[in-house]
Nanobody
Framework: RVQVVESGGGLVQAGGSLRLSCTAS????????MGWFRQAPGKEREGVSC????????YYRDSEKGRFTISRDDAKNTLYLQMNSLKPEDKAMYYC??????????????????????WGQGTQVTVSS
């Protein structure tokens, strides 16, 4: 069965950095576009970034451009999110997800949760001011 597991969250001061990781098993990793989402308490889950198979294309939510970098290592079935210059408003549960419908490419609506087939349980990121 498919398993998606995030790690790397934690508590960091504003301006600091964190690197999230996500490992997927039970699927052919490079058949999937992979996305990062986040959800703050009382808010809807929102798309942060998407990366196509082999990392050929990347997409970001406007507010994260220049601060976050998504990458993947298909040989290790692992997805990453490097987060720099963190702000208190980045505090959220961060989720990794796999998108199957578009055969490895991020869809035109990659930020929609409905585009993704498999989800992890999330890793908490807290940013103190």
């Amino acid at each position: 069965r498919v398993q998606v597991v995030e790690s790397g969250g934690g508590l960091v001061q504003a301006g600091g950095s964190l690197r999230l990781s996500c490992t997927a098993s039970g699927l052919t990793f490079d058949d999937y576009a992979m996305g990062w989402f986040r959800q703050a308490p009382g808010k809807e889950r929102e798309g942060v970034s998407c990366i196509s198979w082999s990392g050929g294309s990347t997409y970001y939510r406007d507010s994260e451009k220049g601060r976050f970098t998504i990458s993947r290592d298909d040989a290790k079935n692992t997805l990453y999110l490097q987060m720099n210059s963190l702000k208190p408003e980045d505090k959220a549960m961060y989720y990794c997800a796999a998108e199957a419908r578009t055969h490895g490419y991020c869809s035109d609506s990659w930020w929609h949760v409905d585009e993704y087939n498999y989800w992890g349980q999330g890793t908490q990121v807290t940013v103190s001011s």
